[in-house]
C-alpha cells in the first residue's frame, strides 16, 4: 500500500521507508509520484496541529493515505525553544549551519547541566475515509558545545544522547532511540491495528 509523505526531505523518506515497510507500507514523495504537493502554511502551536495541516492538506490533494510529521528541537534553556520554529531558527528556512551557529551563540557559556533539551516528532497519518492517527515521540539529551559527527541533519552534530553526538550515530542506531523512531514505532503499532 502506498502512503504519501507530505515532505521532500529525502532522508526523512528514508527513515520512514526503513521502518514502516515491514508493514507492507511504501513510503513514497509526491515528486516520485511526478507531481507537487501544495505548500501549506505551518501555523499551527504545537507538532501535532502542523503535522495535522500538512497530513490533511496530502490526503485531499493525492486522495491517498498521507503521512506527515513536525518535528524540532526543544532546548529547556530556552524555554522550548527553537520548538516549533526549529527549522527557520535563524530565519533561512532550512539552513542547518546557520540555525546551529544561532543555538551555539544562545547557549554561550552555558554549563553543561544547564544544556538540557529533548528532540520532539508528532506523526500524523490521514486515510481518505477521514480515519486520523495523531502520535509523538521524544528523545531526551544535551547541546554540546561543539559540532561533532557528519550523520544525519538539523542540530544532530550538537545533540548529545549518551555522551555522544547525534551527528555519529549510524541511521540504525539513531532509529532505535531516536524521536522520529519512537514516533514511528507508535504509529506502527496503530496501523497494525487496522492494516
Same mark, same amino acid.
Given at each position: 500500500?502506498?502512503?504519501?509523505?507530505?515532505?521532500n526531505?529525502? #532522508?526523512?523518506?528514508?527513515?520512514?521507508?526503513?521502518? +514502516?515497510?515491514?508493514?507492507?507500507?511504501?513510503?513514497? &514523495? @509526491? $515528486?516520485?509520484?511526478?507531481?507537487?504537493?501544495?505548500?501549506?502554511?505551518?501555523?499551527?502551536?504545537?507538532?501535532?496541529?502542523?503535522?495535522?495541516?500538512?497530513?490533511?492538506?496530502?490526503?485531499k490533494?493525492?486522495?491517498?493515505?498521507?503521512?506527515?510529521?513536525?518535528?524540532?528541537?526543544?532546548?529547556?534553556?530556552?524555554d522550548g525553544?527553537?520548538?516549533?520554529?526549529?527549522?527557520?531558527?535563524?530565519?533561512?528556512?532550512?539552513?542547518?549551519? #546557520?540555525?546551529n551557529?544561532?543555538?551555539?551563540?544562545? +547557549?554561550e557559556?552555558?554549563?553543561?547541566?544547564?544544556? &538540557? @533539551? $529533548?528532540?520532539?516528532?508528532?506523526?500524523?497519518?490521514?486515510?481518505?475515509?477521514?480515519?486520523?492517527i495523531?502520535v509523538?515521540g521524544?528523545?531526551?539529551?544535551?547541546?554540546g558545545?561543539?559540532?561533532?559527527?557528519?550523520?544525519?541533519f538539523?542540530?544532530?552534530?550538537?545533540f548529545?544522547?549518551?555522551g555522544?553526538?547525534?551527528?555519529?550515530?549510524t541511521?540504525?542506531?539513531?532509529?532505535?532511540?531516536?524521536?522520529?523512531?519512537?514516533a514511528?514505532?507508535?504509529?506502527?503499532k496503530?496501523?497494525?491495528?487496522?492494516l
Amino acid at each position: 500500500m502506498d502512503f504519501i509523505l507530505a515532505t521532500n526531505n529525502m #532522508k526523512k523518506l528514508a527513515e520512514m521507508q526503513r521502518i +514502516l515497510s515491514p508493514l507492507g507500507i511504501n513510503v513514497v &514523495t @509526491a $515528486k516520485m509520484l511526478g507531481t507537487t504537493l501544495d505548500d501549506v502554511i505551518e501555523d499551527g502551536e504545537t507538532f501535532e496541529d502542523n503535522a495535522r495541516l500538512k497530513a490533511h492538506a496530502a490526503c485531499k490533494q493525492m486522495s491517498m493515505p498521507a503521512i506527515a510529521d513536525d518535528s524540532g528541537l526543544c532546548v529547556d534553556y530556552l524555554d522550548g525553544a527553537p520548538g516549533i520554529y526549529s527549522a527557520r531558527f535563524s530565519g533561512d528556512h532550512g539552513n542547518d549551519e #546557520k540555525n546551529n551557529d544561532l543555538l551555539l551563540e544562545k +547557549l554561550e557559556g552555558v554549563p553543561l547541566e544547564k544544556r &538540557t @533539551a $529533548k528532540y520532539v516528532c508528532a506523526i500524523c497519518c490521514v486515510f481518505p475515509n477521514g480515519k486520523e492517527i495523531v502520535v509523538r515521540g521524544e528523545c531526551k539529551g544535551i547541546i554540546g558545545f561543539e559540532r561533532d559527527g557528519h550523520e544525519g541533519f538539523g542540530y544532530d552534530p550538537l545533540f548529545l544522547v549518551d555522551g555522544r553526538a547525534f551527528g555519529r550515530y549510524t541511521a540504525e542506531e539513531k532509529d532505535k532511540i531516536s524521536h522520529r523512531g519512537n514516533a514511528l514505532r507508535l504509529l506502527t503499532k496503530e496501523l497494525e491495528k487496522i492494516l
